[in-house]
């Protein structure tokens, strides 16, 4: 239904994303791990959408660390895009489709998703992954944050990229003459190493998860608000943290949907000429373009 698939990518850009593309479900299915497949949330589903939001501007670069988690993301935008469209499809083609919950997976524990989302804006063609822990990047539109749809509607699957955009040909030049890209010399925790091959290609990418997490974990608001209050020698006190006037705010904040759950330092992007340089990462270029 390649009318379809138009109509859906027209939708996607008209509130706002900057790529879409449709997954190949049979390799979701062979890819990700059981449990995790598309099929286990939503067992009739035929196509996988992605799509891709633009994330920091470029003035958001220029922000401390602690205060990207609040400025730097838009994930929210491509969730309530994807949200709209599972309705769109619905309405338009009488298809049942589904936002996919960008959510972790109750039973898995804090830092297991309950889909790839990744996964699917890779096979979708729409990001490739880095050297920076496999945060994907996109040669025209850098850095983005995605969302993702299932669907009973057949569409043709897109391909993944074909070329990687990253490392960048001057991260190759820093990876010859130091043996690191920036990503893994400016990374605080060093918890990024890897090796690029002759031609200036990726031939392995390492990524400690767990000491970016322990690291980034001084970004997570509401996590250690909460543990400053538990920690409290005098109960009280430690309730009257929770409801002082900063603190109110951010249980506003993140009603509203725009919390501090979950962080990253964004060093690793800070210095990315793919993620802050990329011919459209700047949204003054966008809307040139
Ligand atoms: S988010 Fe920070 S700690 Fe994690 S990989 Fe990037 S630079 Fe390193
Ligand atoms: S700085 Fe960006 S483009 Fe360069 S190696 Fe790291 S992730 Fe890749």
Request: proline letters at 8%; glycine letters at 8%; hydrophobic letters at 40%.
């Amino acid at each position: 239904m390649e009318g379809a698939k138009q109509a859906i990518f027209e939708y996607c850009r008209k509130h706002g994303a900057l790529a879409a593309g449709v997954a190949d479900l049979a390799a979701c299915e062979r890819i990700a791990p059981p449990g995790h497949r598309p099929r286990d949330l939503f067992p009739r589903v035929k196509s996988v959408i992605s799509l891709g939001v633009g994330g920091q501007t470029q003035g958001a670069w220029q922000l401390p660390a602690k205060a990207m988690a609040y400025s730097g993301s838009t994930e929210a935008r491509a969730y309530k895009i994807a949200y709209g469209l599972a309705f769109f499809i619905e309405h338009k083609f009488g298809a049942p489709s589904v936002y996919v919950p960008p959510d972790m997976d109750p039973e898995a524990g804090p830092r297991v998703p309950l889909q790839s989302l990744k996964l699917h804006a890779e096979l979708a063609g729409i990001g490739a992954r880095s050297l920076a822990g496999d945060i994907l990047l996109h040669p025209q539109f850098g850095f983005m944050y995605y969302a993702s749809v299932y669907t009973e509607l057949e569409l043709e699957p897109d391909a993944p990229m074909q070329d990687n955009p990253c490392p960048a040909p001057s991260c190759v030049n820093l990876y010859r003459q130091t043996g690191r890209t920036p990503c893994m010399k400016f990374c605080p925790a060093q918890c990024l190493s890897g090796e690029v091959d002759a031609e200036g290609r990726q031939k392995m990418m390492r990524y400690d998860m767990a000491a970016c997490a322990e690291f980034t974990q001084q970004y997570e608001a509401v996590p250690k608000i909460l543990a400053e209050a538990v920690a409290d020698e005098v109960r009280s006190a430690g309730g009257e943290r929770l409801l002082d006037p900063d603190t109110k705010m951010l249980w506003y904040k993140v009603s509203a949907g725009s919390g501090a759950w979950f962080a990253q330092c964004f060093e690793c992007m800070r210095v990315c000429p793919i993620a802050t340089r990329a011919p459209q990462a700047d949204p003054i270029l966008r809307r040139k373009a």
